[in-house]
């Protein structure tokens, strides 16, 4: 099984519609394993209305937080404890797509970060960039704090307006791949997914299509 990490350089990137197009594009599952805040209104709810494919499988998450922060601290308001160990893939024979909550290095309790969830379950990165005033620094932590634990990154997805020397910049400096550019949509709704899940790398979507 294919797996994939949807990781952003910080909150509010884009993660979960870049998730979306991946389901999309690779008629993958998806699985937030932590939901913190907007239970009425989950990113696995929003994902599902989405994605026009039917053979994604939309996971229930393993952990739903009442409120909208850091997943640490949003489990001591609901009394509870993350355990990264009682946290496992889904069983299913699809390519998944798992987002996370925040950057690589928010907190999931005392001990662990995203970062760690990432390694334990042994997948591959793809990191959401969003073009904003730092946001070269940003991507650039957020890789090198991926690679000095050997997780591997499979590539970015730009998000939001365009800033072409910025972009390039950071491809140029890490030599990563960009997988695709989402620009900035009034609404995203099923035909925006499907739009973009049309102009993904290609190359990429058919290597991952045959593994």
Sequence with gaps: MKR????????????????????????????????????????????????SNTKSIFHPETY?????????AAAEIDKIKINIQNISLPKTSNAII????????????????????IKK????????????????????????ALKSRNIPIAGLIFNGKPAKS???YILRFTGLKCLLNIGEEKIIDKN???????????DWVNKISIL
């Design 98 to 117: 798992i987002e996370g909550a925040g950057g690589v290095l928010v907190p999931l309790n005392d001990k662990f970060m995203v970062i760690d969830l």
């Design 192 to 202: 925006t997914i499907l739009k973009y899940s049309k102009i993904i790398d290609k």
């Design 64 to 72: 739903r937080l009442s409120e909208p922060i850091a997943p640490h």
């Design 4 to 51: 994939f990490f949807v990781t952003g350089i910080g909150t509010d990137v884009g993660k979960t519609a870049a998730s979306a197009v991946l389901a999309e594009a690779l008629n993958a599952d998806y699985w937030k394993p932590i939901q913190a805040g907007d239970l009425d209104n989950t990113d696995t709810m929003k994902v599902h209305s989405l994605v």
């Design 121 to 144: 379950l042994e997948a591959e990165v793809i990191l959401v960039s969003s073009n904003y005033l730092g946001s070269i620094n940003h991507t650039l932590l957020t890789i090198e």
């Design 166 to 168: 910025s972009e390039e």
